[in-house]
Nanobody
Framework: QVHLVESGGGLVQAGGSLRLSCAAS????????MGWYRQAPGKQRELVAV???????NYADSVKGRFDVSRDNAENTVYLQMNSLKPEDPAVYYC???????????????WGQGTQVTVSS
C-alpha cells in the first residue's frame, strides 16, 4: 500500500510562517510529482504548488512569492514553506503525489489525509 502523511499544520499569526511536510511510504517505484492542494469550507479544492521529479515547480497565483515547494527525493518527502501567511490562506492542506508502485502499474494520484492551517490576526 501507499500512504501519504502530512504534518506541520497549526495556528499561526498573520504574516507568520509554517512549514508543511508530507512523506510518502509503502510500495513505491517512481514518484513523478508531489504537491499540495488546499480546501477551505464552502470552496473547491485548489492546487497550491507542485514539484516534479525533474525539479520544475508550479504555483497558484495567490501564493507566488510567498510559498516555496521543495522535495527530498531520497526520503519521498515534499515540503511547503509558507511565508507571509494571509487571512485567505487558512484551509485544510492536502498532499498529493503522482506515483506508481512498480513498473507494471500506471502512474496514479494518491492523497494524504490533510492538515489544518489556521491564521489568526
Amino acid at each position: 500500500q501507499v500512504h501519504l502523511v502530512e504534518s506541520g499544520g497549526g495556528l499561526v499569526q498573520a504574516g507568520g510562517s509554517l512549514r508543511l511536510s508530507c512523506a510518502a511510504s509503502g510500495t513505491i517505484l517512481d514518484i513523478n510529482s508531489m504537491g499540495w492542494y488546499r480546501q477551505a469550507p464552502g470552496k473547491q479544492r485548489e492546487l497550491v504548488a507542485v514539484a516534479t521529479s525533474g525539479g520544475s515547480t508550479n504555483y497558484a497565483d495567490s501564493v507566488k512569492g510567498r510559498f516555496d515547494v521543495s522535495r527530498d527525493n531520497a526520503e519521498n518527502t515534499v515540503y511547503l514553506q509558507m511565508n507571509s501567511l494571509k487571512p485567505e490562506d487558512p484551509a485544510v492542506y492536502y498532499c498529493n503525489a503522482l506515483l506508481r508502485p512498480n513498473r507494471f502499474s500506471t502512474f496514479n494520484y494518491y492523497w494524504g489525509q490533510g492538515t489544518q492551517v489556521t491564521v489568526s490576526s
